[in-house]
C-alpha cells in the first residue's frame, strides 16, 4: 500500500482472516493438526517450480505488545529483540546464519527481508530459512522455537543489548513511522493501544528489566497461543515427524492464565481528531477512521462477515475516490480499507494522499460523501457493479493461489494464524463462498451494511504533514470531523442566498417535440433555448449548457482570456461564497461541474447524482451564470493543470493559424489576474444559451424547472442567431519544420481538410484514419519502419475550425524515414492498395460505437447543446445512425484522396540534438 492504511495495518494489527472463505473439511494442499499440548502445526509443499530451495519455518504467537501489563510496557519488543541474540538451543551465531532470504528472487518472507521477526501490536511472528535437507538447521530452528515456548528467559546482559537495539532503531525510523508513535495514542488514550508502542521510548525501557520480560514470556509466549508454519520445498511426513519429536513435549502449566485482552472502547474512536507535523514526511495524508464492534448481521460464519465488508469497500471506494479528486486539485491517491478485527471490533479506514495545499479540501470532501452515504445509501447499479468486483476479485484470488510461490502462501498463512487459525481456508474455496453469501443477500442488507461500517458518527481523523505545513493543524482535522459528525437527516432543500435563481422565475413562450428522437425544445422568455430528453434508467442527470462564445471571438488584446477564465472557473465564486463553499455546497446535493473550451462555443456541464437532482444542477447553473467569479486562492492551481502535450504537438498547434494570430499564444501565460478572468467570464456568460437536459425524468418537468432558475437570468439574443466561424484557406506552407529538442525522436503531420463543424466530411475520415494507423502497424511488422504509430481526428481541438486528420510515429532512429512512411500510408490507403479489410472492419466498428452512444446521457447531452452553434436543429440527428451505415469502403478512400489533393499539410519533425 505504501500509505497510512498500510501503517494502520501493522500497528492495529487488522488480525485478517483472509476474505471470503469458510473452513473446508480437509483444506486442499495444507495439512494441518493440533499436538496434544494445544501448538497448531501448518504444512504446505509449495508447488513445483514455486518453492524455490528453501523450507521456511515460522512461529506465530498471538501476543504483542497490547499484551503487556502495566508494569511491563516494552517487555514485547525487548523479548523479541533478546530471541534473535539466541537461545540455549540455537545461539546466535546459529540464527543468524539461518536469517536468508525465501523464494524467488526479489522475494523475502513478511519478516523484512529475512530478519528473524516482527512484532505487531496482537502478534509476533518468528521466522527461518534454510535449505530443505540441512539437518542441522532443522534442529537449531525447532530447537529454538521449542526454548520461546518452554519456559527460556533472557539473561539480564541479553536485555541489556536489546534495550540498546531498540534505541537505536528508534533513532533510525522513518517519518511514517516517527507517524505511527506519534498519533496511535491520540486515538486510543484509555486503552492498551494508547499506553503501548511498538518500540519502547528509553526512558520506558530503561524501566523495563529482566523480570518484566520473563513475567511477559511466562503468561504469553505459550503452545496454545501458537501456530508453526513451514512452507517451501520439503517432504511432510519427515517433517511431520521432526515437528512432533521436538516440539510435542514442550508443556506450560495450564494455571498460569493467559490474561484477556481489554476491549476497545465501547464508543469506537469517534470524535477524536490527531495532527501530526513530521520532519521530513514528504506526502501530505489525512486518514478517516471508524472503529466499532461487529453488528450482528454476520452470525456465527465470520466469512460471511468478510464477503459483507468486501462489497462495503467496494461500495465506499466508488464514492469517496471522486469526492477525494473533486475536493481538491493535488490528490495522489485514495485507500478504502474495511477488513480486520481487533478484539472483536470491525475496522474500516480511508486514507487520502494529497499535495499538502489540497489536503485539508480532500479530507473535507470524503468527510461529506461519507455523510451523504450516510443518509442516501446506493444505488442499485452502485451494488451490482460492487457484487461483481468482489466476486472477480475472488475467482482471481483462487487462481493466484495454485501459482503462487512459497513467500506468498506464508503471507497468507501468517495472517491467518495471528487471526482465527480455524477460519482460515485456501482461496480456491473463497469465489464459491462469496457467490453463495451474495446469492442469499439483498440489496438493502448489503447497503445497510456498508453504511454502517463506516459511519461518520464513530469516525477518528489523523492528519500528517511536514513541519513547514503550517496550514495544516490539529483545529482543520477537527474541523473535518465536524463536516463527518453533522447530521446525516433529510436533505434541506433551501439554499444559500448567492445560489438562488437571481430573479423572477421565467416563462416558456413555446414547446415543440420531435418524435424521431424523443426531443422537447422549449423556448423560454429570456432567450434561452431548453433542450430535454427522457432516458429511462439513466445513472445520472446531465445539465449541459452551452454559451455561444468562445476564443473565435477574440482579437489581440483579449487574446486567451476565454480558455485561462474557464480553467479559473473550475473553482467559482459565486457572489460571497469561496470556491471552498460552493463544492461543500454541491457535494452535499451529490452534484460535479466541469467546464469545457471550445473554438466558437463553450460548454458548463453539472452532473447530478440521479434525476432528483435535476433542479440543484440548474440551480447551481444558474448560480455560475448570474454571478460568475473565479476564487483567487484556485486560479493559480487551475493554470497548473494545464496539460504539457509535448513540442511536437505545440508547433503542430501553432502551424494551424495564420502566422501572427494571438490564438496561438499560451493563455495560461498571458493572465494571471482573477478579477479579470472573473469580468471575461460575466463576458460570456451573458451570451446566448443552449441547454440540453438529459435523464430519467419527465421532458416537459425539465423544462419547467429550467424556466424557474435559467429562466431568470436576464434577456439575451436567442442561440439560434449564433453560427459558427468558417474559415479561410490556410497558409499552404508544407515544408516540415524540424524541432532540436533533448525529446523522444519523432515525425507528426497534420492534413488539415475540411471544417469541424462539417460532420458529412468528417465522418469517413474518422475511419481513414483507423486504416491509416493499421497500414503503418503492418509497416511496422515487416520491418520497414522502427516507430510505434497512431492517427487521429481533431475536430477544433486548439485549431480553430479545422478538422484535421493527424498522424504521429514517434521513437524512431530516423524522424525523416518515418515521415516518408506515414505518407506512403496515406497514399496506399488513398490509392486501394491497402488492406479493405481495415476499412471494413472499422466500418462496422464505428457503427457499434454510434449504437452504443445513442443510449448514452452523455452523446444526447453533447449533441443537443451544439446544435444551434452549428447552425442545425434537431432534424440532423435523426438520419445520424443512416448516415454511418451507408458509408463504404470507396467513400472512406474518396475522402482521403481528396484531402490529400486540397488539404493543406503540416508536417513537424522532432530531431535530437
Known amino acids: 500500500m505504501g500509505s497510512l492504511a498500510r501503517t494502520v495495518w501493522l500497528l492495529l494489527v487488522l488480525c485478517c482472516v483472509p476474505a471470503l472463505a469458510i473452513p473446508p473439511a480437509d483444506p486442499a494442499g495444507l495439512t494441518r493438526f493440533t499436538l496434544d499440548n494445544g501448538l497448531r502445526v501448518w504444512l504446505h509443499p509449495a508447488p513445483p517450480g514455486n518453492a524455490g530451495p528453501e523450507a521456511g519455518v515460522m512461529l506465530v504467537i498471538r501476543s504483542g505488545a497490547i499484551d503487556e501489563a502495566d508494569d511491563e510496557i516494552g517487555a514485547a519488543y525487548l523479548a523479541k529483540r533478546a530471541a534473535g541474540l539466541g537461545t540455549p538451543g540455537a545461539s546466535g551465531e546459529r540464527l543468524e546464519r539461518l536469517r536468508t532470504r525465501f523464494g524467488r528472487p526479489g522475494s523475502s518472507l513478511p519478516a523484512s527481508k529475512g530478519g528473524h521477526a516482527r512484532l505487531t501490536h496482537e502478534s509476533v511472528m518468528y521466522a527461518l530459512v534454510f535449505e530443505p535437507d540441512d539437518d542441522r538447521a532443522w534442529s537449531d530452528a525447532l530447537a529454538h522455537y521449542a526454548d520461546l515456548l518452554g519456559g527460556w528467559s533472557p539473561p539480564p546482559a541479553v536485555i541489556d ?294 459511519d461518520p458518527g464513530t469516525l477518528a481523523c489523523v492528519m500528517l504533514a511536514k513541519r513547514e505545513d503550517e496550514d495544516l493543524d490539529h483545529a482543520t482535522a477537527e474541523r473535518i470531523l465536524r463536516v463527518a459528525a453533522a447530521p446525516a437527516g433529510p436533505r434541506a432543500r433551501t439554499v444559500p442566498d448567492q445560489l438562488a435563481p437571481p430573479g423572477e422565475p421565467g416563462s416558456v413562450l413555446e414547446i415543440t417535440h420531435d418524435p424521431a428522437i424523443d426531443v422537447w425544445t422549449g423556448r423560454l422568455q429570456n432567450g434561452v433555448v431548453v433542450r430535454a430528453k427522457r432516458m429511462p434508467n439513466a445513472e445520472r442527470a446531465v445539465v449541459r449548457v452551452g454559451i455561444a462564445e468562445g476564443p473565435s471571438r477574440e482579437d489581440a488584446a483579449t487574446a486567451g482570456r476565454t480558455v485561462a477564465a474557464l480553467h479559473a472557473w473550475c473553482y467559482p465564486s459565486i457572489g460571497g461564497l469561496d470556491a471552498g463553499q460552493v463544492r461543500a455546497w454541491s457535494m452535499t446535493r451529490g452534484l460535479t461541474h466541469r467546464v469545457l473550451p471550445g473554438e466558437d462555443m463553450v460548454i458548463l456541464e453539472v452532473e447530478a447524482a440521479d434525476a432528483s437532482g435535476l433542479g440543484d444542477a440548474l440551480t447551481l447553473a444558474a448560480a455560475m451564470l448570474a454571478r460568475p467569479g473565479a476564487d483567487p486562492a484556485y486560479a493559480e492551481r487551475s493554470r497548473r493543470d494545464k496539460p504539457d502535450f509535448g513540442p511536437a504537438i505545440r508547433r503542430l498547434g501553432e502551424r494551424m493559424v495564420t502566422p501572427g494570430d494571438p490564438r496561438v499564444t499560451n493563455p495560461l501565460e498571458v493572465h494571471r489576474d482573477p478579477r479579470v478572468l472573473s469580468a471575461w467570464l460575466g463576458v460570456l456568460a451573458a451570451s446566448p444559451l443552449e441547454v440540453s437536459l438529459v435523464g430519467d425524468f419527465s421532458a416537459a418537468s425539465a423544462i419547467e424547472s429550467a424556466a424557474r432558475t435559467l429562466g ?57 484514419a483507423a486504416a491509416v494507423r493499421a497500414e503503418l502497424e503492418r509497416m511496422r511488422d515487416a520491418g520497414r519502419l522502427d516507430a510505434k504509430p497512431a492517427a487521429w481526428i481533431w475536430l477544433g481541438d486548439g485549431l480553430p475550425g479545422r478538422a484535421t486528420l493527424v498522424v504521429r510515429c514517434e521513437h524512431a532512429a530516423d524522424p525523416a524515414r518515418a515521415m516518408d512512411a506515414i505518407e506512403q500510408a496515406l497514399r496506399r490507403v488513398a490509392d486501394g492498395r491497402s488492406d479493405a479489410g481495415v476499412i471494413e472492419a472499422e466500418l462496422a466498428r464505428t457503427g457499434r460505437l454510434v449504437d452504443r452512444a445513442w443510449e448514452q446521457t452523455a452523446f444526447w447531452s453533447d449533441r443537443l447543446a451544439k446544435l444551434s452553434a452549428h447552425g442545425q436543429d434537431t432534424g440532423v440527428l435523426s438520419g445520424m445512425r443512416a448516415s454511418y451505415e451507408s458509408l463504404t469502403v470507396r467513400d472512406v478512400r474518396d475522402a482521403l484522396a481528396a484531402a490529400l489533393a486540397s488539404g493543406v499539410r503540416k508536417p513537424v519533425l522532432v530531431v535530437p540534438e
Open 161 to 454: 543489548q536489546a534495550r540498546a537495539m531498540a534505541a537505536e532503531r528508534l533513532g533510525a525510523m522513518s517519518p511514517e513511522e516517527q507517524a505511527r508513535h506519534r498519533f496511535i495514542p491520540d486515538l486510543f488514550p484509555e486503552h492498551a493501544m494508547g499506553r503501548r508502542a511498538l518500540i519502547p521510548a528509553p526512558e520506558v525501557g530503561a524501566r523495563t528489566g529482566p523480570d518484566a520480560v520473563a513475567r511477559h514470556l511466562e503468561r504469553r509466549y505459550r503452545p496454545e497461543l501458537t501456530t508453526l508454519i513451514v512452507v517451501g520445498d520439503f517432504d511432510t511426513d519427515r517433517v511431520l515427524a521432526r515437528v512432533r519429536e521436538r516440539l510435542a513435549g514442550v508443556s506450560r502449566d495450564p494455571a498460569v492464565d493467559a490474561g484477556e485482552r481489554e476491549p476497545l472502547p465501547p464508543a469506537g474512536v469517534g470524535g477524536r481528531a490527531s495532527f501530526h507535523a513530521v520532519p521530513g514526511y514528504a506526502p501530505g495524508e489525512v486518514s478517516l477512521l471508524s472503529i466499532g464492534p461487529r453488528g450482528s448481521d454476520e452470525g456465527s460464519d465470520p466469512q460471511r462477515a468478510g464477503v459483507f465488508d468486501a462489497v462495503a469497500a467496494e461500495l465506499i471506494a466508488g464514492r469517496v475516490r471522486p469526492a477525494a479528486a473533486l475536493g481538491d486539485a493535488g490528490v495522489v491517491s485514495v485507500e478504502t480499507v474495511v477488513k480486520g478485527w481487533i478484539n472483536g471490533s470491525r475496522i474500516a479506514e480511508i486514507s487520502v494522499r494529497a499535495e499538502p495545499d489540497g489536503l485539508a479540501g480532500a479530507g473535507r470532501a470524503v468527510a461529506m460523501e461519507l455523510s451523504r452515504i450516510a443518509r442516501d445509501g446506493f444505488r442499485p447499479e452502485e451494488l451490482r457493479a460492487a457484487r461483481a468486483a468482489v466476486l472477480a476479485a475472488a475467482e482471481r484470488q483462487a487462481r493466484a493461489w495454485s501459482e503462487a510461490a512459497a513467500p506468498t502462501v506464508a503471507e497468507r498463512l501468517i495472517h491467518a494464524a495471528r487471526g482465527d487459525p480455524d477460519a482460515w481456508i485456501p482461496p480456491t474455496e473463497a469465489s464459491r463462498h462469496a457467490a453463495r453469501v451474495l446469492a442469499s443477500t439483498t440489496d438493502r442488507a448489503l447497503d445497510a451494511h456498508a453504511r454502517r461500517v463506516l
Open 712 to 768: 431568470a437570468l436576464p434577456d439575451r439574443a436567442p442561440p439560434s442567431a449564433h453560427r459558427g466561424v468558417r474559415w479561410g484557406p490556410l497558409p499552404a506552407d508544407e515544408s516540415p519544420d524540424r524541432i532540436p529538442a533533448d525529446a523522444t525522436p519523432e515525425a507528426l503531420l497534420g492534413l488539415v481538410f475540411g471544417d469541424a463543424a462539417d460532420v458529412d466530411a468528417v465522418r469517413p475520415m474518422i475511419v481513414a
